[in-house]
């Protein structure tokens, strides 16, 4: 959805966000290129992004507070290089708390040399 579709969607009340689009780009071993779409919403929400990689280690995270935006467009930094295999990144949105609305994609890295 391109920003004048949202432009154009009514806002909503904070239990009604949804997450309605992920994309990841990994740049690089460390650096992975997110952008996610919301559902815009009348009153500002926190929204966090973990990614975990395949052995369920948590290897970045990012949280946004009170964020009145309806996308979020970050570049996450690894703690440690990416190692090979399915990594995941977690998407929640907070309001006063408690969790409205989340998502996940799942994501892989180029292998070693591809780039």
């Known amino acids: 959805m391109d920003q004048s579709e949202f432009s154009r969607q009514a806002p909503v ?3 009604q966000v949804q997450v309605q689009g992920i994309g990841v780009n990994p740049l690089d071993r460390r650096r992975v290129d997110v952008a996610v779409d919301f559902t815009p919403c ?3 929400v926190t929204v966090e992004m973990v990614i975990v990689g395949p ?5 970045c995270s990012a949280v946004l507070v009170q ?3 309806c996308t979020a467009d970050r570049i996450l930094h690894l ?3 990416a190692q090979p ?3 995941v990144l977690h ?3 907070f309001f006063e708390g408690e969790l409205v ?3 996940a994609r799942r994501f892989s890295f180029p292998p070693v040399g591809s780039r």
Request: hydrophobic share 30%; proline share 4%.
């Open 101 to 103: 609305a989340r998502a």
């Open 13 to 15: 009340r904070p239990e």
């Open 85 to 87: 295999g399915e990594h």
């Open 42 to 44: 009348a009153e500002a």
């Open 55 to 59: 052995d369920d280690d948590e290897l």
């Open 67 to 69: 964020s009145r935006a």
């Open 79 to 81: 703690r440690q290089d």
């Open 91 to 93: 998407v929640g949105v």
